[in-house]
């Protein structure tokens, strides 16, 4: 009888298209090595991220001043987007203590309120079947997946984007004024995280509100306009803190090469954009529903905008959006939905429909496990990282309070997983004359890898290598010669400032 009910329960969850199966399964699958260590595919990313939540304690929780680990002498104070994610991580650590699963945590839990609000709006743009497919595709999908439990805010800007759009379609809808409020309030909050969503939430609202007319009702554009007037505040405020300081995540100012617009005219940003987006984010076989889906939809429906509005964005900001994947992230929400609608209209068409549905699944989701696998979460093993090696070599050698020389470009993993703080320097930009100013400013030692410079790029320049080995480890006036990384076998090194 037990088996019979139990089995009667799976039926209708299934049958009935029902939420709750997808959200299990993509909280499964987000939780897959969710001890792992700042390490791995975007570790600067996530050990930037980490180490202003961690600072946060030191500070007390004082939300207006984020702290980074490459403050030098300095106290550290970093011009930085709105750090709401790292805020609520920091909290976290307050509660519980310091643990990077925790962090992760959190990022799964908006992963998976993405997922529920996805489904909403989706059945409420197409209807239930195709919201329940879209929603399963995001859920496996290995880009979707794997930033949905990363320590970075995309996860929580992700849910604050889908929230907001589908908070929207549910105002136009009923016309209740607190849906158009939290609507607005995820907007703002959203565009504070990251500014890009200005466009890619923005352009499908103000679309949608012209299509129902409402583009003449001017007491509307208050809610816009706070968001600028929000935003700018925070930005300026946060424009002096990195003034103060010197340290900067390159927002603004004419140093920055996030709007080298010169790239649109390179052919090789559009066939790496293309390619990626295919290969990574759907894994050639996501592509044939949306392109069935594609040809029967207006260019006016609220998932096509999307689509063109991410890549919209991908102009504005073309060097960021080329080089990390993660700016293609807000395409899954619109385009998943698509995929959802494509795999219906193909299943129904199709005479073999349980044979269809089997291998099509089969093949995407041993695809994606495949991927996240191969290029996630073995990137995440701290045996294949040099910089952990290193980082334990820090801890071991070093006091808490000695700031250290990191010779790994501008990648702060190393400084954050050995909890030091200091200076991020290329192996290039050391001499003498250098490092005795660093010394002069309190540093106490300088720490490298001779297999990596950024975790992520190999030391394969010989002569720069060479030079820096002559250096670091000839100098008996300036260093100490006899620490750690001057003989053949040490992969690691890590030397005493006189």
């Given at each position: ?186 907007f703002t909050l959203a565009v ?73 005219l390179e052919l090789r940003f ?229």
């Amino acid at each position: 009888m037990i088996y019979r009910n139990f089995r009667l329960s799976l039926y209708n969850l299934l049958g009935n298209f029902s939420i709750w199966p997808i959200i299990l399964i993509g909280l499964f699958i987000r939780l897959i090595n969710i001890n792992a260590p700042v390490i791995g595919i975007h570790s600067w990313r996530q050990a930037d991220t980490a180490s202003i939540a961690k600072n946060f304690l030191s500070t007390n929780l004082n939300f207006f001043q984020p702290q980074v680990n490459w403050s030098g002498s300095t106290n550290g104070l970093v011009e930085c987007e709105f750090p709401l994610y790292q805020y609520l991580v920091a909290s976290l650590y307050k509660l519980f203590g310091v643990n990077e699963i925790f962090a992760r945590l959190l990022s799964v839990i908006f992963g998976c309120l993405t997922l529920y609000f996805l489904f909403r709006l989706t059945k409420r743009v197409f209807n239930v079947e195709v919201a329940w497919w879209g929603t399963f595709f995001y859920a496996i999908l290995p880009i979707s997946v794997f930033y949905s439990r990363t320590i970075q805010p995309e996860s929580l800007m992700i849910f604050l984007g889908i929230f907001s759009l589908e908070r929207w379609v549910e105002f136009l809808k009923i016309n209740n004024k607190f849906f158009l409020i939290a609507s607005w309030i995820s907007f703002t909050l959203a565009v504070l995280i990251k500014v890009l969503p200005l466009f890619w939430i923005g352009i499908p609202i103000l679309i949608s509100a012209y299509q129902r007319s409402l583009i003449f009702k001017y007491k509307l554009y208050i809610f816009p306009i706070l968001t600028i007037l929000i935003s700018f505040f925070w930005y300026s405020y946060s424009y002096k803190l990195g003034q103060s300081t010197g340290l900067t995540f390159g927002l603004w100012g004419s140093d920055t090469d996030r709007y080298s617009w010169l790239t649109l005219l390179e052919l090789r940003f559009y066939l790496d954009l293309l390619f990626r987006i295919i290969f990574r984010n759907f894994l050639i076989i996501g592509i044939v529903p949306i392109y069935f889906s594609i040809q029967k939809l207006a260019i006016n429906n609220i998932f096509i905008v999307g689509i063109l509005s991410v890549l919209l964005t991908g102009f504005i900001n073309p060097s960021s959006f080329a080089i990390h994947e993660y700016y293609q992230l807000p395409i899954m929400l619109f385009s998943c939905p698509l995929m959802g609608l494509g795999f219906v209209r193909l299943k129904n068409n199709l005479y073999k429909k349980k044979a269809f549905i089997t291998i099509f699944i089969s093949l995407l989701f041993v695809a994606s496990l495949l991927m996240l696998k191969i290029d996630y979460w073995d990137m995440e093993d701290p045996i294949r990282q040099p910089v952990w090696a290193t980082a334990q070599m820090i801890k071991r050698n070093t006091e808490k309070s000695d700031l250290i020389i990191s010779v790994t470009g501008g990648d702060p993993t190393l400084l954050y997983l050995s909890d030091r703080k200091g200076w991020l320097v290329s192996p290039i930009s050391i001499n003498d004359q250098k490092i005795l100013e660093w010394k002069n400013d309190g540093a106490k030692y300088i720490a490298g890898s001779w297999e990596v410079i950024e975790s992520y790029n190999k030391f394969k320049d010989k002569n720069v290598k060479s030079k820096l080995i002559k250096l670091i480890c000839s100098d008996p006036y300036l260093l100490d010669t006899e620490s750690n990384g001057c003989t053949n076998h040490d992969s690691s090194y890590l030397i005493n400032i006189h």
